[in-house]
């Protein structure tokens, strides 16, 4: 298993990444606007529209209006998720950042039990809550705990490694580490399955605000 989770597995997942986000982006940026709900104060230009869905993403301000219970609990994750990105990049850069690494793990962890458990608990979180929301909150809470089992380990400059070999297109093969093994796989079918879910919210959210909220094809524009 470490063979094909280390050189078959990671090409396989962002192939099917880059076709299914090129896929999904494309209909929305051809798909007719169906209804006009422009909704004022409206942002002007590029800057303002950018502006105001930069601020969403680092504030969730629309989730800490209208569903208090599970801000706390989202912010978190998402930090998470910034987090292991950046401790990720500073392992490229060949930086230690252990204690990013094990931050990352704990929120990613204990912020998606919190998501899971609130929409399981809170009736009306729980009336708009699907079983992929429960899944996809499963995926997260191993991925988060079997990072956080991995580190101090040591095994970062053989992930350095790997992934430099990956990118040279002749990949090695990881330590028969069966956490370790499980983790990257979990990490590349979170790779795989992330345009097709709803969590590539990150890619719709320009449209769902742009084309949705902002754009008006019948407003004469000077």
């Known amino acids: 298993m470490a063979t094909i989770v280390s050189q078959v597995f990671p090409y396989l997942a962002i192939l099917v990444f ?17 209804l006009n709900w422009k909704l004022y104060p409206v942002p002007e230009g590029l800057v303002g529209e950018a502006s105001y869905i930069v601020g ?5 301000k629309m989730l800490f209006k209208n569903n208090r219970a599970i801000w706390l609990g989202s912010y978190v994750f998402h930090l998470s998720l910034v987090a292991s990105a950046i401790w990720f990049l500073l392992l490229l850069l060949g930086v230690s950042a252990p204690w ?10 204990f912020s998606s039990i919190y998501l899971f458990v609130a929409r399981l608990w809170i009736p009306q979180v729980r009336a708009i809550s699907t079983p992929v929301e429960f899944f996809n909150l499963a995926i997260f809470i ?5 990072g956080w089992s991995l580190t101090g380990r040591g095994l970062s400059g053989e992930m350095r490694r790997w992934v430099f070999s990956l990118a040279g297109f002749s990949p090695s093969v990881l330590p028969d580490e069966p956490v370790l093994i499980w983790f990257v796989f979990l990490v590349e079918f979170f790779i795989a ?22 754009f008006n094809p019948y407003e004469v524009r000077g």
């Open 56 to 60: 969403e993403w680092i504030s969730f």
């Open 193 to 214: 399955y992330l345009p097709f879910s709803k969590m590539f919210h990150v890619a719709s959210k320009y449209f769902a605000f742009h084309k949705s909220r902002w």
């Open 142 to 146: 191993a991925m988060g705990g079997l």
């Open 18 to 34: 880059l076709v299914g986000a090129g896929y999904r982006i494309g209909v929305w940026a051809t798909s007719p606007k169906k």
């Open 100 to 109: 990013l690494s094990r931050l990352a793990a704990a929120g990613l962890f």
